[in-house]
């Protein structure tokens, strides 16, 4: 899988030889913070095997918002995910996920209850792109696209917990549980096995035609790391713990061994160094 990561604002966004901060309190600018989870998101997910494709790889990297989703088709990414933070009257507060098409809704929704469990923010929800600020994003020519607002940057407590090192790993690791193992294209067809990586496609919802209303019930209660309560060949969703109160359960199901191959990918492209 090839994820195309975006660190929103930064040099050219806008207008060229221009750095765009993004919105900026108390010192703090959006553009640093998109930047820094942009990294840690980064090396977690290349830890995992993923190929992961930076549209800027600091501030001195031009990056025009029109052109970061042809960056994304450049390099064939599978998913693109943006990073962006809100900002209002300084007590406006929480994360919210944009998305565009309603097959990629339950996966913005994954995407944002993964932050919100990791920093105790206030969720949002998941959006369609029409309900920012904006009726259409440019990043979102490319799809599936999920622009994430972490929280609010004028907001205190929100950007204490965007700054804050240990819940911004937390966080990383839960989004990269997410789009590590689910690729929406194959969300859109679960029986397809990816063999590129050798993961497994996911289905909704445990009550599916081939699991019975008790094995909604253990998946829904024993959905744990260590994959006690699951029944055989179901995996865990890649180590999460998923809570009882979300309508989101997930099933695995096996992909043949022969289809399966070992991560190996060819690293190509300035942006991943």
């Given at each position: 899988m090839t994820i195309i990561l975006d660190p929103g604002h930064g040099m050219a966004n806008r207008r060229a030889g221009?750095?765009?901060p993004g919105a900026v309190s108390n010192g703090i600018r959006e553009a640093d913070v998109a930047m820094d989870w942009t990294n840690g998101?980064?090396?977690?997910?290349?830890?995992?095997?993923?190929?992961?494709?930076?549209?800027?790889?600091?501030?001195?990297?031009?990056?025009?918002?029109?052109?970061?989703?042809?960056?994304?088709?450049?390099?064939?990414?599978?998913?693109?995910?943006?990073?962006?933070?809100?900002?209002?009257?300084?007590k406006a507060n929480g994360t919210e996920t944009f998305y565009r098409g309603s097959e990629?809704?339950?996966?913005?929704?994954?995407?944002?209850?993964?932050?919100?469990?990791?920093?105790?923010?206030?969720?949002?929800?998941?959006?369609?792109?029409?309900?920012?600020?904006?009726?259409?994003?440019?990043?979102?020519?490319?799809?599936?696209?999920?622009?994430?607002?972490?929280?609010?940057?004028?907001?205190?407590?929100d950007r204490a917990k965007m700054l804050d090192p240990r819940l911004r790993r937390l966080a990383c690791e839960a989004i990269a549980r997410t789009s590590h193992w689910l690729d929406p294209r194959d969300h859109r067809n679960p029986r397809r096995c990816d063999h590129r990586i050798g993961h497994y496609p996911l289905e909704h919802d445990a009550r599916s035609p081939r699991s019975s209303g008790s094995d909604h019930r253990r998946a829904q209660g024993r959905h744990r790391?260590?994959?006690?309560?699951?029944?055989?060949?179901?995996?865990?969703?890649?180590?999460?713990?998923?809570?009882?109160?979300?309508?989101?359960?997930?099933?695995?199901?096996?992909?043949?061994?022969?289809q399966r191959s070992a991560s190996e990918h060819i690293l190509i492209g300035l942006r991943q160094l």
């Open positions: 221009v750095f765009d998101l980064r090396s977690i997910l290349r830890a995992k095997g993923c190929t992961v494709i930076r549209t800027r790889k600091d501030h001195a990297d031009p990056a025009p918002v029109g052109q970061r989703a042809a960056i994304a088709r450049r390099f064939s990414g599978s998913i693109m995910i943006s990073f962006h933070c809100n900002a209002a009257d300084g990629n809704k339950a996966v913005a929704a994954a995407i944002n209850e993964a932050v919100v469990e990791s920093l105790g923010t206030r969720s949002r929800g998941a959006k369609t792109e029409s309900q920012s600020q904006h009726a259409r994003l440019a990043i979102m020519s490319f799809q599936p696209c999920f622009l994430i607002e972490l929280g609010f940057i004028d907001h205190p407590g790391a260590d994959g006690q309560g699951l029944r055989p060949g179901w995996l865990p969703l890649a180590g999460a713990v998923i809570p009882q109160k979300s309508p989101r359960f997930w099933r695995a199901r096996n992909c043949p061994n022969g």
